[in-house]
């Protein structure tokens, strides 16, 4: 399936937690903006290293992850435990027969870009027109009211990371189309050692640009809050379900 992480897997979680994410920051500003004891469902759970975090933080919260990926969801429930709920379904297409208070998107699913000038959101949804009812689908599994939440990010750039002593982490990142509503890019990631590739992937993400995106989540019946903001850093763009 496109924009799996099936072939990085087994690097994954050591890539993420090297400093390319603080879940227990991200964790804790997720839950302070939706509240104790909440029903969460979380778009593109992965590995579970953000569930982790909420409900180490919140205990009473009823906490649902749901993912594309077999692989990743395999290493969410060893992660959890039965401390969470792990749903193998497309967002777009997912029929959880339940209603939540908040979902959130930690970059599994949508994104924030804050470049500065503008803003954008971005998706790894293949099918661009399937962004729209995929956003109506997440609406319909919340409660009238309920927040959706997409992690601001910065604009994606080409690197090179040592992870450890042998494995070097490298993204880069191509231009492929660009249209008045959004542009599409390639995003490459390879997992190296001793210059022998150990695992590499690619993904699609489509940038939609802020006419376009705002005009999307109204249609799917979402209202902007507000951008947070937090001591530590981590950010989060808040809709609100009509």
């Excluded at 109506?136 to 599994?141: C, E, K, Q, T």
Aim: hydrophobic residues 35%; glycine residues 8%.
């Amino acid at each position: 399936m496109v924009n799996e992480y099936t072939k990085m897997t087994e690097y994954y979680d050591l890539c993420v937690t090297s400093g390319y994410y603080d879940y227990e920051g991200l964790a804790r500003e997720a839950h302070s903006i939706v509240g104790d004891g909440r029903e969460v469902l979380e778009l593109g759970v992965g590995t579970g290293l953000l569930a982790e975090k909420y409900v180490e933080i919140d205990p009473k919260s009823e906490f649902t992850g749901v993912d594309f990926s077999p692989s990743m969801l395999e290493i969410a429930k060893k992660r959890l435990g039965g401390k969470a709920k792990l749903i193998e379904a497309d967002v777009v297409t997912m029929n959880l027969n339940a209603t939540f208070d908040a979902a959130i998107s930690n970059g599994g699913v949508w994104v924030s870009y804050d470049c500065g000038d503008r803003w954008e959101v971005g998706s790894l949804i293949p099918n661009v027109e399937a962004n729209l009812p995929g956003l109506v689908n997440v609406a319909g599994h919340l409660r009238e009211g309920g927040l959706l939440l997409l992690n601001v990010q910065n604009p994606h750039d080409n690197f090179d990371k040592e992870l450890t002593s042998e494995v070097v982490y490298s993204q880069s990142v191509e231009d492929l189309v660009e249209t008045a509503d959004y542009r599409i890019v390639k995003k490459n990631y390879m997992f190296k050692k001793d210059e022998e590739i150990l695992a590499q992937e690619q993904h699609k993400i489509t940038l939609f640009n802020q006419d376009a995106y705002q005009v999307m989540f109204e249609k799917a019946g979402f209202d902007f809050e507000e951008i947070s903001s937090s001591s530590n850093g981590d950010r989060f763009a808040i809709y609100k379900k009509r």
